[in-house]
């Protein structure tokens, strides 16, 4: 495979940079368990000042940095969970094709990135599931 190698970086750049949209989505998919929210309504929104949130917010880690940590309007700490989240999603990714080459690292990539999501997601479901809530 030595006729790849010269696009490796691009790819592996292109892989981290998909590994770390996955990790957004995955805080997406866990920040809004709280039952009867709708997932469409609202769209992403500090949650102290209701500002929606731009594209430059949105960005995985590095609107985190931008913002350092804050939102752009209120100054509320955003908390670094998110971007942790996000950061995580993208090391698996490039840890995997560093340790096992662009394949089958990918795919090892892509399968630590899919676990990673569900314990996130179900251990934020948890945190908010009705049942917990009643005892
Ligand atoms: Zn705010």
Same mark, same amino acid.
């Given at each position: 495979m030595t006729w790849i190698a010269p696009i490796t970086p691009f790819v592996t750049g292109y892989l981290v940079l998909v590994a770390l949209m996955i990790g957004s989505f995955i805080n997406w998919a866990a920040a809004r368990r709280?039952? @009867?929210e709708?997932?469409?309504h609202p769209r992403s929104h500090? $949650?102290?000042c @209701? $500002?929606?949130l731009n594209s430059l917010d949105l960005l995985p880690v590095v609107g985190y940095l931008v913002r350092r940590g804050r939102c752009a309007t209120c100054g509320t700490e955003i908390g670094a969970a998110a971007p942790a989240v996000e950061a995580v999603a993208g090391m698996s990714m490039l840890a995997s094709i560093l340790w096992l080459g662009l394949w089958p690292g990918a795919a090892m990539g892509l399968c630590l990135v899919a676990a990673w999501g569900v314990a996130v997601v179900s251990v934020s479901a948890r945190r908010f599931s009705p049942a917990e809530e009643a005892r």
């Open positions: 709280p039952p @009867g709708s997932i469409v500090c $949650r102290a @209701g $500002r929606q």
